[in-house]
């Protein structure tokens, strides 16, 4: 780790060598930065293909369990669809008024200081995306060896291979190019969206046939056990993280062309799209599944397919299996760019802020957010690991929005392209103090341990950023596995976008392109 960011444009000095130095190849007129690639549809991609993944087809039951019955679990899914809107809506008032990569870790940072954007990054490094990408890598694994094993669990250590294969696959392809990992993500997105509409469509039939017993009224709201505010707050805790990755787009602000316009569009579009996917689906599942059926279904989508499309079944485990790869490489893109944005801040080794000079794509954040990963695939703790931190992720969250309103107060002339009315945070962090409260009464002993978990952050915060006057010995280290990881992806820093264009051409002082100066000439 660095005391600050390091100055963009240049490469990190080698050893022994002077970083202005003359040498190298000229990179940044070659336009040697984050390419503003992602439109529109692939924005819109991003936020849909990270939200959906494999709860809505595995087990969406979380919600309908807690609240007891139908007609209470759908209204739960309609307003956590709305407060996530509105949390959305925050975010892209922030998204375009502080536009940097890097989503509330820079708006944390900005807004509240070094220390509490470190520990919103130290959490996501450590727990979250490794985590959470392992988990969703096994469930791909799982359903695609599934059809392999009919009567048994498939192995355990071909599930991890398999979810590996997979992990070190969509690397490469994040690696090579930013536009390969957008198609991929607009197709595996198109491919969800399809499989369900498909579950939808069958629901639509299935009313028009009259099964719609759940549906009434008088049947919808009856309850199959007790009505307890309690779990019913816990419902909309589960209704809440449904939504998890409402927020991914903010991390890859830089690479969105117009990002003024495409970043609320993407969300105004996106978020409303999700709501009805959410709640049309558990209508479909009701109409073939009763609420005891459902409970019971370890694969609610499977079950719901077996029942309705006979010979055709197998559309849904498959569905499954590209949701959840479409997933894993929407987490691998937005993480890779969080931490590329946490290195360029000096909070991460320089390293990570380094792009590859022709590809133009993070290599080595996106090599360290896979290593970490594969690294988590070998513990068996990582679900034990996310209910921790799944507390700390969603406190990030109203810490984020409440940031929205101090900079309101503390620079109100600042530029905003949109600015909404305060009325909508207030709603947001009410709505959020309210489940975080409830999170603490309910569940003291993980919220605890997950703010331990974070709070591991603070003496390396003030050991590796705070600290400035390090033993020299220890700095000439850092440049040296720099230099040589610098040699090895072939990277160099992005040049400053100074214009507001990505790949606007920098000038030094002597008026001259910035070149790669750690590399010797030819080696870029």
Known sequence: MTDGPRQRGS????????????????????????????????????????????????????????????????????????????????????????????GDYSYVKDIFGGLAGFLRLWIAVLVIYPTNQAVIALTFSNYVLQPLFPTCFPPENGLRLLAAVCLLLLTWVNCSSVRWATRVQDIFTAGKLLAL???????????????????????????????????IALAFLQGSFAYGGWNFLNYVTEELVDPYRNLPRAIFISIPLVTFVYVFANIAYVTAMSPQELLASNAVAVTFGEKLLGVMS??????????????????????????????????????LAMIHVKRCTPIPA?????????????????????????????????????????????QPDIHRPIKISLVWPVIYLLFWAFLLIFSLYSEPVVCGIGLAIMLTGVPVYFLGVYWDNKPQCFNTFVDKMTYVGQKFCVVVYPAEDTSGDAGEEEEREDGKPEECGALKSGEC
């Open 314 to 351: 197998w559309i849904m485990p498959i569905s499954v299996a590209l949701s959840t790869f479409g997933g894993v490489n929407g987490s691998l893109f937005t993480s890779s760019r969080l931490f590329f944005a946490g290195a360029r801040e000096g909070h991460l080794p320089s390293l």
């Open 197 to 231: 509409a498909l579950i939808i469509i069958m629901g639509i039939v299935q009313i028009c046939k009259g099964e719609y017993y759940w549906l009434e009224p008088s049947n919808a709201f009856e309850s199959f056990q007790e009505y307890d505010v309690g779990l």
């Open 11 to 102: 490469a990190a000095p080698a050893p022994g060598g002077d970083s202005s130095s003359d040498t190298g190849k000229d990179t940044s007129g070659s336009g040697v930065a984050l390419k503003k690639e992602i439109g529109l549809v692939s924005a819109c991609g991003i936020i849909v293909g990270n939200i959906i993944g494999s709860g809505i087809f595995v087990s969406p039951k979380g919600v309908l369990e807690n609240a007891s019955s139908v007609g209470l679990a759908l209204i739960v899914w309609i307003v956590t669809g709305i407060i996530t809107a509105i949390g959305a809506l925050c975010y892209a008032e922030l998204g375009v008024t502080i536009p940097k990569s890097g």
């Open 366 to 410: 996106l090599l360290f957010t896979c290593l970490s990963t594969l690294l988590m695939l070998c513990t068996s703790d990582m679900y034990t690991l996310i209910n921790y931190v799944g507390f700390i992720n969603y406190l990030f969250y109203g810490v984020t929005v409440a940031g929205q309103i101090v900079l309101r107060i503390k």
